[in-house]
């Protein structure tokens, strides 16, 4: 069955060309633009040649593919497909080429070290929120890096890349398979036998993401590196417990948005701009309007001003490192 899904999925499948180059056209429609990295398949940015439309093609030549491999394409296919993700899917006699939509904004490495506090906060908060989503879709990362999560300033949400180690999972399901490249930054239980629970190994991951916002390295583990901001208590605290070293230690990703890191932030922010409208002689209206979570959070664009200008100048360069 594994061997078939290539062609069980007819509705992704197009006839395309067996040569690829920088500017190629597949299928009449995607025009590849710049090869940015090669690992399992070679990953390129493309756009549709009608429309314009930035994307990913990730292509894959079939004769260097066993049946897992096979089997990695069709879970990495299905993965982009829950997520909202995918494309198009095609094929020629000789390759597999998965086409995606691009990233928007600025990978979370070129934003190291140049946040305030408050941008920190906000970045953290929207990185945990996609994760969160990805969860709730049945899709465990298992891959969460800093060059693998882009801020969008503009919707101030964190977009997820790099889905090459992904996997679905159901409550309750459990996984013996690892990815195939572990670093300082993979769980614990990924370097032991056994199998293991998916969710807990992306909020170890999340946390050392966390824990180079806050240190200023892109590099990782960045324990030994010296703080760029001041580490609030309530996110010594947090860490804490994202990095600990047995799973069932790690929060819900639902608890890690209920601590005081965030709440006690909402409402502070809140208050502030009370006595901002009030001594701005706002209507009783508009004060309660300014007052509201909602209001407090969309107010101001957070992290704004340093994503805007990273986007512009860093993005082709930090998908080249994927």
């Known amino acids: 069955l594994k061997l078939q899904f290539l062609y069980l999925i007819g509705l992704h499948m197009t006839t395309t060309m067996d040569h690829v180059n920088g500017g190629a056209l597949l299928a009449g429609t995607y025009r590849l633009q710049k090869r940015l990295a090669t690992s399992a398949g070679t990953c390129y940015m493309g756009a549709h040649d009608a429309t314009g439309e930035e994307l990913l093609v990730k292509v894959f030549e079939k004769k260097a593919l066993d049946w ?12 982009l497909e829950k997520m909202g993700r995918l494309v198009d899917f095609l094929q ?28 920190t906060r906000a970045v953290v908060e929207a990185l945990v929120r996609s994760v969160s989503e990805c969860h709730k879709l049945g899709v465990c990362h298992r891959n969460l890096r800093p060059h693998n999560c882009y801020y ?45 629970d998916g969710a807990p190994v992306d909020v170890f991951a999340l946390g050392k993401i966390v824990q180079c916002l806050f240190t200023g390295c892109t590099s990782l583990p960045p324990d030994s590196c010296a703080l760029t901001l001041a580490l609030p208590a309530d996110m010594q605290q ?49 004060s309660f309007l300014s007052c509201s979570a909602n209001s407090s959070m969309s107010a ?18 930090a998908l080249s490192s994927m």
Do not use: N, W
């Open 68 to 79: 897992r491999g096979m089997a990695r394409v069709q879970c990495e296919v299905e993965v």
């Open 152 to 196: 969008d300033p503009a919707t101030r949400t964190v977009m997820l890349t790099d889905y090459s180690c992904a996997a679905l999972f159901i409550d309750g399901c459990r996984f013996e398979a690892r990815p195939a490249v572990l670093d300082a930054a993979s769980a614990p239980e990924l370097r032991a036998k056994g199998q293991y």
């Open 92 to 119: 020629s006699s000789a390759k597999v080429y998965v086409v995606a939509s691009a990233p928007r904004g600025v990978p979370l490495c070129r934003l190291v070290g140049q946040l305030s506090a408050d941008e």
């Open 300 to 317: 101001q664009s957070p992290a704004s001003s340093a994503a805007e200008d990273a986007v512009k100048s860093t993005r082709d360069a």
């Open 238 to 286: 947090l860490l804490a417990q994202l990095l600990a070293l047995r799973p069932a230690d790690r929060p819900a990703l639902a608890d890690v948005l209920a601590s005081p890191y965030f709440t006690e932030y909402v409402l502070t922010r809140a208050l502030s701009l009370c006595v901002d409208v009030e001594s701005e002689g706002m209507t009783s209206e508009g």
